[in-house]
């Protein structure tokens, strides 16, 4: 199929991007296009315009230092992926980059786009959710930071507003003596996940785990975030993740296979990210 008619415009600033944004009755931001284009191709989506970001050079930045990860609306999978500086200061970004889609579409798929795309499914969404990061937003009427726990509000829909563009997603950098694991099932390798896992796991000076928390994708209409510190230390882990999500069936896997699943995939990133947590503590 091919996509509806729409308008289209190309902005060389911000300013000009917000803008048009504004002016637009309906409009949707191009960024990779990864999610955007197969949407208006199956005509799932109908904008009246699309505002081209690409040629915004101030939106394609990727910094990194002590406090965390800042990722420009233009920085692309691959390029985060890549990077020395990002994984070492926030490590859960390469590895749950490494299970989104396929290379070539994280060549061209942006992380902040897949943030606004806000796939239940999806990986990002999980990991910012679980570290508590937060997304910039401009629009006209100023700038805004929208923070994990309140863009996420159902599938496919953030809190931002029409007139609002994501310029740059935070990630908060790991803080000492944590740990970090990413496991997922898919049917196949690079499909949306049936279930997947990102977690943290703190330990103290014994080396004992202080403190689990995990976000879980492909479960919940939003990620879902789990303090799982009491849980791991009464040995019912897996049992307690069953017990607190409620997940749906599909023509992929059914609800059970679902909770089964995240309970198995719980315990094998936490026993990883405990291990990472201590790999990172030693001599």
């Given at each position: 199929?091919?996509?509806?008619?729409?308008?289209?415009?190309?902005?060389?600033?911000?300013?000009?991007?917000?803008?048009?944004?504004?002016?637009?009755?309906?409009?949707?931001?191009l960024a990779g296009g990864q999610s955007l284009v197969?949407?208006?191709?199956?005509?799932?989506?109908?904008?009246?315009?699309?505002?081209?970001?690409?040629?915004?050079?101030?939106?394609?930045?990727?910094?990194?230092?002590?406090?965390?990860?800042?990722?420009?609306?233009?920085?692309?999978?691959?390029?985060?992926?890549?990077?020395?500086?990002?994984?070492?200061?926030?490590p859960l970004l390469r590895r749950a980059l490494r299970?989104?889609?396929?290379?070539?579409?994280?060549?061209?798929?942006?992380?902040?786009?897949?943030?606004?795309?806000?796939?239940?499914?999806?990986?990002?969404?999980?990991?910012?959710?679980?570290?508590?990061?937060?997304?910039?937003?401009?629009?006209?009427?100023?700038?805004?930071?929208?923070?994990?726990?309140?863009?996420?509000?159902?599938?496919?829909?953030?809190?931002?507003?029409?007139?609002?563009?994501?310029?740059?997603?935070?990630?908060?950098?790991?803080?000492?003596?944590?740990?970090?694991?990413?496991?997922?099932?898919?049917?196949?390798?690079?499909?949306?996940?049936?279930?997947?896992?990102?977690?943290?796991?703190?330990?103290?000076?014994?080396?004992?785990?202080?403190?689990?928390?995990?976000?879980?994708?492909?479960?919940?209409?939003?990620?879902?975030?789990?303090?799982?510190?009491?849980?791991?230390?009464?040995?019912?882990?897996?049992?307690?993740?069953?017990?607190?999500?409620?997940?749906?069936?599909?023509?992929?896997?059914?609800?059970?296979?679902?909770?089964?699943?995240?309970?198995?995939?719980?315990?094998?990133?936490?026993?990883k990210a405990t291990a990472d947590a201590l790999a990172?503590?030693?001599?």
């Amino acid at each position: 199929m091919k996509p509806p008619p729409f308008g289209y415009r190309a902005p060389r600033t911000l300013d000009e991007a917000v803008t048009a944004l504004a002016d637009a009755d309906g409009g949707k931001v191009l960024a990779g296009g990864q999610s955007l284009v197969p949407l208006l191709n199956m005509r799932l989506a109908a904008p009246a315009e699309l505002i081209d970001v690409n040629h915004v050079a101030e939106l394609d930045t990727l910094e990194a230092d002590g406090a965390g990860v800042r990722v420009g609306a233009l920085a692309r999978h691959a390029r985060v992926e890549r990077s020395a500086t990002a994984a070492r200061v926030q490590p859960l970004l390469r590895r749950a980059l490494r299970h989104v889609a396929h290379p070539v579409i994280r060549n061209r798929g942006t992380v902040v786009g897949s943030l606004a795309h806000a796939d239940p499914a999806a990986e990002l969404p999980a990991v910012l959710a679980l570290l508590g990061g937060h997304v910039e937003a401009v629009s006209v009427r100023g700038r805004r930071v929208v923070a994990a726990r309140d863009l996420f509000v159902g599938p496919l829909e953030t809190a931002l507003a029409d007139d609002e563009l994501a310029v740059a997603a935070f990630f908060p950098a790991a803080p000492p003596r944590t740990g970090t694991a990413f496991a997922e099932i898919a049917r196949r390798h690079g499909d949306f996940a049936l279930a997947g896992v990102a977690a943290t796991v703190t330990v103290d000076g014994d080396g004992q785990a202080e403190a689990v928390r995990a976000a879980f994708l492909g479960v919940a209409e939003v990620p879902l975030v789990l303090d799982l510190t009491e849980a791991a230390a009464s040995g019912r882990l897996a049992e307690h993740v069953r017990e607190r999500i409620d997940p749906e069936s599909d023509i992929h896997a059914s609800a059970d296979y679902r909770r089964h699943l995240a309970g198995v995939l719980a315990q094998r990133a936490l026993a990883k990210a405990t291990a990472d947590a201590l790999a990172r503590e030693a001599p």
